[in-house]
């Protein structure tokens, strides 16, 4: 992710992203400040705290790794509900970056060969084209 998303995910979301490393392109930033907003709500109201621990690409969509900390309370029926719901938050932005290019944020699929990862075409082409210039040197 370019240092400039990462910034501004930190600066957005400052008790969410403020120790992860962004393992993945700058295309799926829209999704990571969504879902990072949808858990900032679900937190307050549901008495838990999430901590990412790993958000990377992963067979070509994202990967959100997290540990989930309770707040004391009586109501842990409330935080186990709580916590699904983060966690379907959180499988939907994953599912999300399915057909979401990494590197621009448009419309994408993954490859069925090689490194796989979800481009649209004019990524695919450029990082194609890239790569055979690497290899003629």
């Known amino acids: ?53 790993q958000i990377k690409e992963k067979f070509g969509s994202m990967r959100y790794y997290y540990y989930e900390m309770h707040r004391a309370t009586k109501d842990k029926e409330k935080q186990r509900i ?6 379907d938050v959180i499988h939907k932005a994953e599912t999300e970056t399915e057909n ?14 090689g490194w796989l990862q979800c481009l649209c075409d004019p990524c695919r082409t450029k990082q194609e084209q890239e790569r055979a210039e690497r290899l003629k040197k």
């Open 82 to 87: 709580f916590s699904d719901i983060i966690s």
């Open 1 to 53: 992710m370019k240092k400039i998303h990462e910034k501004i995910l930190r600066i957005k979301h400052p008790e969410l992203y403020k120790k992860i490393y962004f393992e993945c392109g700058s295309g799926w930033f829209d999704i990571l400040d969504k879902v990072a907003e949808k858990i900032e709500r679900l937190e307050t109201a549901g008495k838990i705290r999430i901590e990412p621990s």
């Open 100 to 113: 979401t290019c990494e590197q621009c944020g448009k419309f994408g699929s993954i490859n069925n060969t």
